[in-house]
């Protein structure tokens, strides 16, 4: 790459995309030398640019914010996803900065090429249609990004539904939304092992400059693990299942649904089952192995409904 406004943009673009890049790695994706890389930092430099070389293993040069704001370059699909992302402050989903965002949004909408302002376009009665959600952060939101997107342990505070907030030290894998809710699927460091979120409870994350190497995590696995978090929550009847299983390969067999479960003795694992309903009780059970005995202790009076309602399903199917 010979052009200097090419390389220096080339350069820029990879900037953008990650806290740190040695300079060895900037050379080799950009085809050039080391010392190139290092006079075209300089020619960003001089143009506003605060680009920060920081030293060691995991150090290297980095884009850090200055004291205005320079262009950025943005990809097709970043460009949607920050139009389609500022449409979602504007129309109150993230606390403050609404008014900001639709002056952010008009500034972008009127120089994107015209297919791109289609598709944007194209999200806006879904967004407006979408039902309330708690309100979130938008600090919070951003900083848990940046830490999914660069592999950097963060410090949190998690507020859980009921109980004083706790600090927490994790590794961020996945930041996803379902309807209008935000989760946080992370390594717990505290408790060793996989932890999900919901972001609005989450304040102060404070970014620990320590770098971790991502721990293996099947998208299907992310999923599930927010699926079981969907259905945690405040309960009004409980029971508890002694299963005939080692609690490892309860584990295994279970997943993340596993959560709760603890050894009940050689063999044995304890589940509980926290359900709203005798009809929610009944679900639970459900979904244990028909092949492997098991005891349920349920207190009165939930087990007598619990077992009023299995009595007719019975009666049902024998008629």
Request: net charge positive.
């Amino acid at each position: 790459m010979s052009d200097p406004t090419a390389r220096a943009l080339t350069l820029l673009n990879l900037l953008q995309t990650h806290r740190h890049r040695p300079a060895s790695e900037l050379a080799e994706r950009m085809g050039v030398t080391v010392r190139t890389v290092r006079r075209d930092v300089e020619r960003l430099r001089d143009l506003g640019y605060r680009v920060d070389a920081a030293p060691g293993v995991l150090g290297g040069y980095r884009l850090e914010a200055g004291a205005a704001m320079p262009p950025l370059l943005l990809s097709d699909e970043e460009a949607v996803a920050i139009a389609i992302g500022l449409r979602t402050v504007a129309t109150g989903r993230l606390r403050r900065g609404a008014e900001s965002a639709l002056s952010a949004l008009a500034k972008l909408e009127q120089v994107l090429p015209a297919p791109l302002r289609r598709r944007v376009k194209a999200h806006a009665p879904a967004l407006d249609r979408a039902p309330a959600g708690a309100e979130i952060s938008s600090q919070v939101l951003t900083d848990l990004a940046l830490a999914c997107r660069d592999g950097e342990r963060v410090r949190l505070t998690y507020r859980p539904p009921a109980g004083d907030p706790q600090p927490r030290r994790v590794e961020p894998a996945a930041l996803t939304s379902v309807g209008r809710d935000w989760y946080l699927v992370c390594w717990d460091l505290g408790r060793d092992d996989w932890r999900t979120f919901r972001v609005d409870r989450i304040t102060g994350v404070e970014p620990l400059r320590v770098r971790f190497r991502p721990r293996p995590l099947p998208p299907g696995q992310v999923d599930e693990m927010i699926a079981v978090a969907r259905t945690w929550g405040p309960r009004t009847e409980d029971a508890s299942v002694v299963v005939d299983l080692p609690i490892e390969e309860f584990h295994a067999r279970f997943g993340a649904w596993a959560q709760g479960a603890t050894e009940a003795g050689p063999g044995r694992t304890r589940w509980p089952i926290a359900a709203a309903s005798a009809r929610d009780l009944a679900y639970g059970l459900s979904w244990l192995p028909p092949e492997t005995p098991y005891r349920v202790e349920v207190p009165e009076p939930e087990r007598a409904e619990l077992k009023a309602l299995l009595t007719t399903m019975l009666d049902a199917l024998d008629r």
